[in-house]
């Protein structure tokens, strides 16, 4: 009987290491979805804004930067996104691996109509932990009303992309 | 049985079986780290000049207004502004009219006055990939002897 214990706590052990790996491992190489990193953005009006505090809405978080030709491209699909999905409990977090002073026009030329931040630091750490280990924008991650990552999207995403991605997981709006 | 039971309850806690593999052709295992995709080689001094040389990737570009070149301290030598082969014109929505740069690039420094020291460098560059990413300026700080 005690052997038997032995082998079942052993089984759960491994299982409970490779869970962790998973989940802590590229995830290029993993073919399950992972919690969310407990991440924190302090948007540009100051305000922070906690991954946890959006829990039970649909989080998309498109990681992008003034510099990135690509991820200037994405910007007025994301505000759309942003009006069309709203209604379903999107909720799309813009953190910008940049300086205030390049995102700030930015907010007004495309009419940004959700949070953004601009650090390049926190925002490269953040990326980081949703599993992009190369650094590389933009980066989109999508997060289901439970805290799972669900989506992850290195490179641009053209509207129509947007819209299949959003449909899938939301529904049409 | 137990043990079976034991590994579905764990799985089950806090993992799912359905997040998509990622998509397009931008998926990160085929892209480069940033060093090997614009590789910085070692800055040589030849008299009154350095030469800086990049091996960008195929597939890679560097963008010929972000690159910079500055010394981090005090120094009797002085930099004059680097001199940069004529790039590939480029039209871009956003940024205008740029120049870019593939395959080997190839930049000169010159200085002026008494280079009796080690001299430290700091290069910036900024680039991106074909595949539609683009990378962080990358910082590079080289030291070079007398």
């Given amino acids: 009987m005690r052997k038997l214990v032995a082998i079942v706590l052993s089984i759960a052990a491994i299982a409970g290491g490779a869970l962790l790996y998973q989940q802590l491992a590229p995830h290029s190489a993993s073919p399950m979805s992972a919690a969310a990193p407990a991440v924190n953005f302090v948007t540009l009006d100051g305000k922070t804004l906690s991954l946890a505090s959006l829990r039970g809405h649909w989080v998309l978080i498109n990681f992008w930067a003034s510099w990135c030709a690509p991820c200037i491209d994405e910007l007025p699909n994301l505000v759309r996104a942003q009006d069309e999905y709203g209604g379903l409990g999107l909720k799309i977090i813009g953190p910008a691996l940049d300086e205030a002073a390049q995102v700030q026009p930015m907010l007004t030329r495309f009419k940004i109509n959700y949070p953004v931040t601009a650090d390049f630091a926190g925002g490269d750490l953040a990326m980081r932990a949703f599993g992009n280990d190369k650094g590389a924008l933009p980066f989109t991650v999508l997060i289901d009303p439970d805290g799972f990552i669900v989506e992850r999207h290195l490179g641009g995403m053209s509207g129509e992309q947007l819209e299949t991605l959003l449909q899938r997981h939301l529904g049409a709006h | ?146």
Avoid at chain 2, 32 to 51: C, K, M, N, Q, Y
Avoid at chain 2, 85 to 94: C, F, N, R
Avoid at chain 2, 98 to 111: H, K, N, S
């Fill in chain 2, 1 to 146: 049985m137990l043990g079976a039971a034991l590994l579905v309850a764990t799985l089950g806690a806090s993992a799912r079986p359905f997040e998509r593999p990622l998509e397009g052709p931008s998926s990160p295992d085929e892209l480069l780290p940033v060093a090997e995709a614009f590789s910085l080689l070692p800055i040589e001094r030849e008299g009154d000049t350095l030469h800086l040389s990049w091996n960008i990737a195929p597939g890679y570009y560097l963008y010929r207004q972000r690159i910079r070149v500055e010394a981090l301290a005090p120094s009797p030598l002085g930099l004059r502004a680097i001199r940069l082969p004529q790039g590939i014109a480029h039209v871009d929505e956003h940024f205008g009219a740029v120049q870019i740069y593939r395959g080997l690039l190839d930049a000169d420094v010159p200085t002026t006055g008494a280079f009796d020291r080690p001299l430290r460098l700091r290069v910036t560059y900024q680039g991106c990939a074909d595949a539609g990413v683009c990378y962080p300026p990358q910082t590079v700080v080289q030291t070079i002897g007398p």
